[in-house]
């Protein structure tokens, strides 16, 4: 024990809120301080996802005009995702579908799937000299259908400014269930503006429609939030399994690292919302493209697993913070 302190939470720790009023009303939160610098907001009664991320005060993501909102507002018809989708720092996509609204083997299937309006049967945390520990397990499983267990472990290092996402996802049915699964990351004011700097290393930038197709030479550039800006979506692919994504405000003198496995999470899209107000950029890792997964059946990109079979995935988050200005 430390004998200068009263209580671990001088310096670091986990400390559990319930949100009082709004859509939130009643959620779950934990809020963790890793003691030198990084702060992060987790929700267990959303999936495990992570609605707020600060480094020394700064705010990293981006939280959508939703806020938050309670599992029990969900709509799973057609976009009604959107009307929860607080965004944050993570929201996770799947399981049984991720990106647009579609009807696949028979099944109608919602846009971006539920798994980021489930609440957690179980979580947890602890905490040991080197990091911080969130456990988290999701149980999307329905009678006569897909019965997939999520266990989430988030890593939070307490001597620098990272964390670490392991998710392991198993099919406790007896039949092959698809699988699809999209890391949602949100970046947000004011690491994100127009002077932002975004290094994506691909091999190949694929622009998901025509709308994005007309301005591929500024895949990577940011801009001033505009009136009825139209989303642009870029897909990426690397040239080996290091995948990567960064951006950094020189004004802040701050960046966030994402580094994961390319080869598992071969699906890596970028979000481009330059809207008012809509003002995002996303960098999302993930097993599949956001097209629906009636289209990744079709050109052979969508995942299965068989019963009893388990997956696992990973992803590094990093914040960069440059000494002396520089």
Known sequence: M???????????????YRLVGGKGDGMRLYEINNGCGLTMTVSPDRGGDIPRLRCHGVNLSYMSPCGYVAPAYYDANGSGWLKSFTAGFLTTCGLQA????????????????SIANLPCEQSFWEMDDEKIYIHTLVRDEVIFGRKLVLKRRLEIFRKENRFQIYDTITNTGDRVEPL????HMNMGYPLLDEDSIVTIPSRTVTPRDEHAARDLENWM????PQPGYQERCYYH???????????????????????????????????????????????ECGNCYPDGRDVMRKNGMLKFLQSGETKCYSVDVAVKVAKDGR
């Open 180 to 183: 699809e699964i999209l890391y």
């Open 221 to 224: 550039h940011m801009e001033k």
């Open 98 to 113: 991720v990106g647009s609204p579609c009807e696949d083997a028979g099944e109608v299937l919602p846009f971006h799937g």
């Open 2 to 16: 430390n004998p200068y302190i009263g209580h671990p939470l001088q310096l670091c720790g986990v400390e559990e």
């Open 237 to 283: 692919i690397f040239p080996d399994d290091q995948g990567l994504a960064a951006i950094w405000q020189p004004k802040l003198n701050m960046g966030v690292e994402i580094r994961f496995d390319a080869g598992a999470l071969d699906g890596f899209v970028e979000w481009k919302m330059m809207g008012v107000r809509d003002y995002v950029l996303g960098l």
